[in-house]
Nanobody
Framework: QVRLVESGGGSVQAGGSLRLSCVVFGYIYGKYSMGWFRQVPGKERDGVASIDSVGSISYSDSVKGRFTISRDNAKNTLYLEMNSLKPEDTATYYC???????????????????WGQGTQVTVSS
């Protein structure tokens, strides 16, 4: 059984930094893409960044230049380095993994088969 477990969320002031981690427990056959999403209450879950099996990366315009996604395949871990945080970055952040690639866009929830439980990030002004 596959489980994704996020950590690293917390509360910071605007301009601060946080590093989120997501460990994949269990086995996902073959090379797989992963992504970070975020959600605020009452709104849809939005794609933040993704990294595919060969290291190709995508970012949402709202985080480009401030956030960095990376992965350590040896540790089955996905990271999201978040710098210059803004109050509008406040959300619950989720990591996700693709087991069967259906060709959906990187920022589409339906692309991903496995999800973590989420970690809260709060940025105060």
């Amino acid at each position: 059984q596959v489980r994704l477990v996020e950590s690293g969320g917390g509360s910071v002031q605007a301009g601060g930094s946080l590093r989120l981690s997501c460990v994949v427990f269990g086995y996902i056959y073959g090379k797989y893409s992963m992504g970070w999403f975020r959600q605020v209450p009452g709104k849809e879950r939005d794609g933040v960044a993704s990294i595919d099996s060969v290291g190709s990366i995508s970012y949402s315009d709202s985080v480009k230049g401030r956030f960095t996604i990376s992965r350590d395949n040896a540790k089955n871990t996905l990271y999201l380095e978040m710098n210059s945080l803004k109050p509008e970055d406040t959300a619950t952040y989720y990591c996700a993994a693709v087991a069967i690639d259906i060709g959906a866009p990187w920022n589409s929830e339906r692309r991903y088969n496995y999800w973590g439980q989420g970690t809260q990030v709060t940025v105060s002004s």
